[in-house]
């Protein structure tokens, strides 16, 4: 699944506003881990986007995230169910 450039440049921003690491030096295929080591950051990460997007995620959902790209995809997959449930 390919994200939209809206949602990948507010997702970029959001990680970079989040993990203090610039813009450019996040992209699709860099691993999360490189941009969150610390496992409490992750959840606080996610939390945080949760509520700025209004979506829920689920701990299931986030054991398949390794990269920026996969994270990217599960989002989108959960805006757009939420856009065919309204």
């Known amino acids: 699944m390919n994200s939209s450039p809206?949602?990948?440049n507010l997702l970029?921003?959001?990680l970079s506003t989040f993990t203090k690491i610039p813009v450019e030096h996040i992209h699709r295929d860099r691993e999360i881990t490189e941009l969150v080591a610390d496992s409490f950051l992750l959840i606080e990460l996610?939390?945080?986007l949760?509520?700025?997007l209004d979506i829920?995620?689920?701990q299931e959902?986030?054991?398949q995230v390794h990269t920026?790209?996969?994270l990217l995809d599960l989002l989108e997959q959960?805006?757009?169910g939420q856009a065919l449930a309204v």
């Open 46 to 48: 996610m939390l945080n």
């Open 56 to 58: 829920a995620l689920e």
């Open 78 to 80: 959960r805006l757009a």
């Open 12 to 14: 970029i921003k959001t």
């Open 61 to 63: 959902d986030l054991e």
């Open 6 to 8: 809206e949602s990948t």
């Open 68 to 70: 920026v790209g996969d």
């Open 50 to 52: 949760q509520e700025s």
